[in-house]
């Protein structure tokens, strides 16, 4: 009979929560502990509250560790004799202390088919980017950022509608099971392992406020794909027209024919407002005014004084990117997190 392996697991984001309560209740793990990162200030009231790994591992009665730094940590998770640690949406660095502490290793699960995909925003920037696929990989974790070799992957389609926070919760399931099965196979002896080919790596940075800014000059298949990457954040927001100087921020689009300047309302008829892009243009079927609810854009043009010729717009600031470009020009691209297991 194989033995079940002593699992320290580390995870502190929603991605983390299916692949803690898989291994938690399945057979191929003994969960000993779980590590997440501490309670911090939350919603509009800034009230401490835990992160989301942290509230699984507590419901389900796991011991659970919240060091402001791992590398503080590392005495009592020695204590704990792991033969494995799994991470999942960690949020720090494991510096090379803690990962030399599990005796068969450390292993992470990556939302991306890596070496696609590297860094602190891989599933945004796959729809960002207009992938028609993605999928998670769980790989041996090294002192490289997603670096380490990989032992598992699955693939899925993305859906031609679907968000970000969407997909994220489909990879987080598939992300468990895949992670299961890593497991079994290190308490079987029989781990796969594969170099990532580095002439293939695309990086994938942290996500700042101002990528939501829409550029009109993109196409309109470009911008779209952004209103879904960028849900629930940063969100894709533009000026709205007739001098408001208020933001709107755009929630669903629909790509269709017309020609104008970058940002001009082409007509107002339909279900929303429909706006020039850089090649074709965009139906603003679901928007947001700054300070109100959600709504449609035809609701929204009925409440406003927007017309064909109008413009939106403003100055979106410059990206820390570099610009919006295509990602796929892999380790060229700066700004990447160096956080561990997002």
């Known amino acids: ?128 980017h207009g992938d028609r696929e993605t999928g998670v990989t769980v790989q041996f974790m090294t002192q490289r950022m997603d670096a380490g070799d990989i032992i598992l992957q699955e693939r899925v389609a993305i859906g031609e509608d679907e968000t970000a926070a969407q997909l994220a919760a489909r990879l987080a399931e598939l992300g468990a099971e895949l992670m299961a099965r890593a497991v079994a196979l290190f308490a079987a002896g029989e781990v796969p392992r594969r170099p990532q080919d580095e002439a293939q790596v695309v990086m994938a940075p942290k996500l700042h406020k101002e990528d939501g800014w829409v550029d009109w000059g993109l196409p309109a298949a470009a911008i779209r794909n952004r209103i879904r990457a960028f849900q629930p954040w940063p969100g894709s927001f533009t000026e709205a027209p007739a001098g408001s100087g208020r933001r709107l921020r755009l929630l669903e689009a629909a790509i269709e024919s017309g020609h104008g300047a970058a940002g001009e309302v082409l007509a107002t008829d339909g279900d929303g407002p429909l706006v020039a892009a850089g090649e074709a243009a965009l139906r603003l079927r679901r928007v947001q005014p700054e300070g109100g609810r959600a709504m449609s854009g035809r609701a929204w043009v009925c409440g406003h004084e927007v017309r064909p010729g109008l413009r939106f717009g403003g100055s979106p600031p410059v990206s820390r990117h570099g610009g919006p470009g295509d990602g796929r020009t892999g380790t060229g691209q700066p700004g990447t997190s160096r956080k561990a297991g997002e």
């Open 1 to 128: 009979m194989v033995r079940a392996l002593r699992v320290v697991f580390m995870g502190s984001g929603e991605l983390a929560c299916p692949a803690l309560r898989r291994l938690a209740t399945g057979p191929e793990a003994e969960v000993v502990a779980a590590i997440a990162q501490p309670d911090r200030p939350q919603g509009r009231r800034l009230r401490r509250a835990p992160c989301p790994g942290r509230a699984e591992a507590e419901r389900l009665g796991l011991p659970v560790r919240t060091p402001l730094r791992i590398g503080d940590a590392a005495e009592a998770l020695r204590a704990l004799a792991p033969d494995l640690l799994v991470v999942a949406a960690y949020g720090q660095f494991l510096p090379a202390a803690v990962l030399a502490i599990p005796t068969r290793g450390a292993i992470n699960l990556h939302p991306s088919l890596l070496p696609r995909y590297r860094g602190a925003a891989p599933i945004p920037w796959a729809i960002a």
